[in-house]
């Protein structure tokens, strides 16, 4: 059942004390049976239910005995749409999708870097295709002179 996909709204349909679920480092865990026993206590649990915890969950600098328990409540792993232009592949954020902290999306195509990328793409066909013309501009002038 581990390698199931889920949504980020799929994710936030789970998010009460009973069936609560939490997506860390794009994993998503089933926190339901362990939210009472949690040292940190119950309410910062349920703060995070159905979203992304990733950045709660690292702040408090978890022991590596926190990051076993969370991997035996593992349920799945989260599913990013992509959208693919002909210059550039993104990812894009999904409805009831959170900000993504740039602490962990670091190293993929992060929107900025994409944003910052199609820019650069637009900026080259705009002075490509201002060479192309002037350069058209020039050949007709100079076919009209030699007439
Ligand atoms: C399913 C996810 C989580 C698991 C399995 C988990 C597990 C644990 C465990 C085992 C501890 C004891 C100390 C340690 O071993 O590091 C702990 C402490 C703590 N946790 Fe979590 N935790 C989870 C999520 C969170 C989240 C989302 C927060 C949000 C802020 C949080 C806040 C804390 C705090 C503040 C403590 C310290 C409690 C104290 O020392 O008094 N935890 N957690």
């Known amino acids: ?6 949504t980020f709204s799929d ?6 004390k009973k069936d609560l679920f939490v997506v860390i480092h794009d994993k998503v865990y089933n926190t339901s049976s362990f939210v009472d026993e949690h040292p ?5 649990m349920l703060d995070v239910g159905g979203q992304d915890a990733t950045e709660a969950f690292e702040d408090v600098g978890h022991s590596d005995e926190a990051r076993e ?11 990013r749409q992509q959208r693919e232009y002909w210059w550039i592949a993104t990812d894009m954020e999904q409805e009831g999708d959170p900000p993504k902290p740039r602490a962990y999306a670091a190293g993929g195509s992060t929107a900025s870097s994409a944003d910052s990328s199609s820019s650069v793409a637009l900026y ?8 192309l013309a002037f350069g058209a501009y020039k050949y007709l002038q100079s076919q ?3 007439q």
Do not use: N, P, R, Y
Request: hydrophobic content about 45%.
């Open 1 to 6: 059942m581990a390698d199931k996909e889920f």
């Open 124 to 131: 080259a066909i705009i002075l490509i295709g201002g060479a």
């Open 40 to 44: 940190g206590g119950e309410e910062v």
């Open 11 to 16: 994710v936030s349909e789970h998010a009460t």
């Open 69 to 79: 328990i969370l991997e035996g409540l593992l349920v799945g792993t989260l599913k």
């Open 144 to 146: 009209q002179e030699s």
